[in-house]
């Protein structure tokens, strides 16, 4: 007479949520902050290249035309 053992799985599905959960979570706080610096990073460039555009305008007027031209 053999007995039936009853095995839970190794992750329920509740902690199978939790961990999907938190994966998604801290994946989305990585985006977020990635996303941050990208848009800082951004911000600066656009100062120093405005800055550098106003500067070179000042010297060359032709130039200044074509730097904001397509």
Same mark, same amino acid.
């Given at each position: 007479? /053999?007995? *039936?053992?009853? *095995?839970?799985?190794?992750?329920?599905?509740? @902690?199978? %949520? =939790? +961990?999907?959960?938190?994966? @998604?979570?801290?994946? &989305? $706080?990585?985006?977020?902050? +990635?996303? =941050?610096?990208? %848009?800082? !990073?951004?911000?600066?460039? *656009? *100062?120093?290249? +405005?800055?550098?555009? !106003?500067? $070179? $305008?000042?010297?060359?007027? /032709? %130039? $200044?035309?074509?730097? &904001? %031209?397509?």
């Amino acid at each position: 007479m /053999s007995k *039936r053992v009853h *095995r839970f799985p190794i992750f329920s599905e509740t @902690a199978s %949520l =939790h +961990v999907k959960g938190t994966f @998604a979570f801290m994946l &989305w $706080c990585g985006l977020t902050q +990635v996303t =941050h610096m990208k %848009l800082s !990073l951004l911000s600066r460039q *656009r *100062r120093t290249l +405005v800055g550098y555009g !106003l500067l $070179c $305008c000042s010297r060359s007027p /032709s %130039l $200044c035309y074509s730097l &904001w %031209l397509p």
